[in-house]
């Protein structure tokens, strides 16, 4: 029974020491939101705790070469607080470590898809999704010179999507969705896009 305890001590002590190891390596990488309890946990259990059970097993080895069993009770009862406490905080961890493992997956997932979809990194971050037709000179926010894009894979979670069709007859912009297009517009300052690159009037 005590070769038993001793190694179940054992386990428990490398099943923690990972746990925390890996809990501190996806602290340095993510967040530091229970960082506090952590330090806690490793002052609290490493040194103390550890220790404390130690010395528990040293007097039971102690009593035991005596042929006293006084104390077996309060020893079952804090083996079983001990290994609760171990229970919680190794699920505490894994479920932090499988959040984190399943985020980063997810990410990596929609990267690799996206530019098999030919949507690039220009694409994700436009929210406003401005598409200009008919005149050259226009183009869309946030892309290179000469830069068509794919305006039909996007989503814009902003605005939507806006189409400009420029009328080269009357040499204006007409312009869908007009509401929302007059709020985006100080944003942005089209105005002065439009006047520097195409020298148009907007009405």
């Known amino acids: 029974m005590f070769l038993f305890l001793i190694m179940f001590r054992c386990v428990f002590v490398l099943c923690l020491f990972f746990c925390l190891c890996c809990r501190w390596v996806f602290l340095c990488f993510v967040d530091c939101s ?56 190794c699920f505490r961890v894994s479920f932090v470590l499988i959040c984190f493992f399943l985020f980063f997956g997810l990410v990596f997932s929609l990267f690799f898809c996206s530019y098999a979809l030919c949507i690039f990194e220009r694409e994700c971050f436009d929210l406003f999704g401005f598409v200009f037709c008919g005149n050259d000179c226009l183009h869309r926010f946030y892309v290179d010179w000469f830069f068509v894009g794919f305006f039909l894979c996007k989503l814009y979670p902003l605005f939507g999507l806006f189409v400009l069709n420029f009328c080269m007859l009357v040499e204006e912009i007409i312009v869908y969705a007009t509401c929302c297009f007059v709020l985006v517009f100080p944003i942005l300052h089209l105005f002065n896009l439009i006047y520097d690159n195409a020298d148009l009037n907007i009405n």
Do not use: A, T
Not at 51 to 65: E, K
């Open 34 to 89: 229970f960082v506090f309890f952590y330090l806690f946990v490793c002052f609290f259990l490493f040194f103390v705790m550890f220790l404390f059970f130690n010395l528990w097993f040293f007097l039971l080895y102690c009593l035991d070469l005596f042929c006293i069993d006084f104390c077996g009770f309060c020893f079952v009862r804090f083996v079983l607080l001990y290994v609760l406490f171990c229970l919680i905080l």
